[in-house]
């Protein structure tokens, strides 16, 4: 054992070891350090033990998943000013875009989106715009055709680049200055982007509804299968939208929905009606199907479906973040457009507007058959006509033998809209014929099927495919 020496006097080591550790902690000083790093400890292990009661207290029953409390939940996301708030902060802009918007929102919102892209196109401002054309009027249309040249050389639709110049001589003009020279813009009509586009076949159309969903199956079915536009489903801003109510044939008994009569009518509304007029059209048998599975669906969940209720409506089950949409009942225009696209990607590159043209083009066939008249075709599209005078004249009412007759010829007309159900019926139509028994011999071996032998020696067969 090891000896240390103290003012003079011999310790073993450890005895040592115990005075110096009294000496030290018997000083004021070191007293105090000890005292703050043990309450610093127990203030940290305090606060651990916190945060594991809070934890425990928000977690779910189900899962390691935190619980989600939508009210609660403010994001940066949330309270972030978009460009659009920038632009419509200032008092000039604000007015020129209301005074848009009292004739169509979407148009108002298009046009603004655009002038912004101009200015920054061409690091200029919607206010040094307005100077120069007050200034030298020759000069902004200069800006203007030079934009063009430059939009042309990047391969630019033609209809993107009129939109922009639609949009800039619309501020101009807000402010009354007059682009007087006539702007050219080459192929002006043309779109390439939908040059190759076509409407979908009958094994298309059957694939592309397999791989939707009940939803995105309701919505390319009232799109497809009744002629609406999708801004009928869901207005852009989510503030309207088609309602049960505008489904009035639809009947909910003991928690499960039907049509009275098939093919039901679909009522759209003044204020949902691109055109400004209520109308009607039908929808087909398959697309009947469609929208009641999905209504139905939403009845087995606990919904409970009102005449104010949505036909299409945000998921209740998945809580999305909808930005300044939060709430409402309805989806936006652009959110159904994407579901559509969703179902149609990566096979279909069509846009979500083909099924609508789809309903168009195959009444028109129909009508060529001799299925349904012209004026019938034009009014189930929304389109402004002969009949659309006459039940805007007579304030949305049809004399009742009218609408028989237009729900009957929409009837006839199903098989052109329900390719992909018609063709699967042409295929299990059995083909019977009666032959020799000579003419059985060689059939057997061709695939038809004895079915009976007749009184007079012949043999009944049919083809396989109808078995």
């Not at 009275?260 to 199907?289: C, D, M, W």
Request: hydrophobic residues 35%; aromatic residues 8%.
């Amino acid at each position: 054992m090891n000896n240390i020496s103290i003012s003079g006097i011999f310790f073993s080591s450890e005895k040592c070891n115990r005075i110096i550790f009294s000496k030290i902690f018997s000083d004021p000083l070191a007293r105090s350090l000890k005292t703050k790093t043990t309450v610093k400890s127990q203030i940290l292990s305090n606060a651990a033990d916190r945060l594991d009661e809070d934890r425990k207290a928000v977690r779910s029953d189900v899962g390691k998943k935190l619980t989600h409390e939508q009210n609660q939940t403010i994001t940066a996301k949330q309270n972030k000013i978009t460009k659009k708030d920038n632009l419509l902060s200032n008092k000039d802009i604000r007015r020129w875009y209301d005074n848009l918007a009292r004739s169509s929102i979407v148009t108002a919102d298009v046009r603004l989106r655009k002038l912004s892209l101009f200015c920054e196109n061409n690091k200029t401002t919607p206010f040094e715009i307005v100077k120069l054309g007050q200034r030298d009027s020759r000069a902004v249309a200069d800006l203007i055709e030079d934009s063009i040249t430059t939009m042309e050389k990047q391969h630019k639709a033609p209809q993107y680049i009129k939109a922009i110049v639609t949009s800039v001589k619309s501020w101009l003009h807000h402010f009354d200055i007059e682009v007087k020279r006539k702007i050219k813009i080459a192929n002006a009509d043309s779109t390439p982007s939908l040059a190759n586009e076509r409407v979908p076949d009958d094994i298309e159309l059957k694939e592309l509804f397999n791989r939707a969903s009940l939803r995105t199956g309701a919505i390319m079915a009232l799109i497809g299968k009744a002629g609406l536009r999708p801004e009928v489903l869901g207005k852009h801003d989510a503030s309207d939208g088609l309602m049960i109510k505008d489904l009035p044939e639809l009947d909910i008994v003991l928690g499960i929905a039907r049509f009275q009569v098939v093919p039901p009518k679909v009522i759209v509304r003044k204020t949902l009606s691109k055109a400004g007029h209520t109308y009607f059209t039908f929808i087909s048998e398959s697309g009947t199907e469609k929208v009641l599975a999905y209504l139905n669906e939403r009845l087995a969940s606990g919904e409970t479906l009102t005449a104010e209720s949505p036909v299409i409506a945000p998921s209740s089950k998945l809580i999305t973040y909808r930005g300044k949409h939060q709430g409402k009942k309805f989806m936006t225009t652009s959110v159904i457009c994407q579901q559509v696209r969703k179902a149609m990607r990566p096979r279909f590159m069509w846009r979500p507007y083909v099924l609508r043209a789809f309903f168009d083009t195959q009444l028109l066939i129909a009508e060529s058959r001799g299925k349904i008249a012209h004026d019938f075709r034009v009014f189930f599209m929304g389109h402004k006509g002969s009949i659309e005078a006459k039940y805007t004249t007579n304030k949305s009412i049809l004399s009742k033998l009218l609408t028989d007759e237009m729900r009957e010829a929409f009837r006839k007309s199903q098989e052109f809209l329900d390719l992909e159900v018609t063709t699967k019926k042409e295929e299990n139509i059995s083909t019977e014929k009666i032959v020799t028994v000579e003419e059985f011999e060689k059939m057997i071996t061709e695939g038809w099927q004895y079915v009976a032998t007749l009184p007079n020696d012949k043999i009944l067969v049919k083809n396989s495919r109808g078995s």
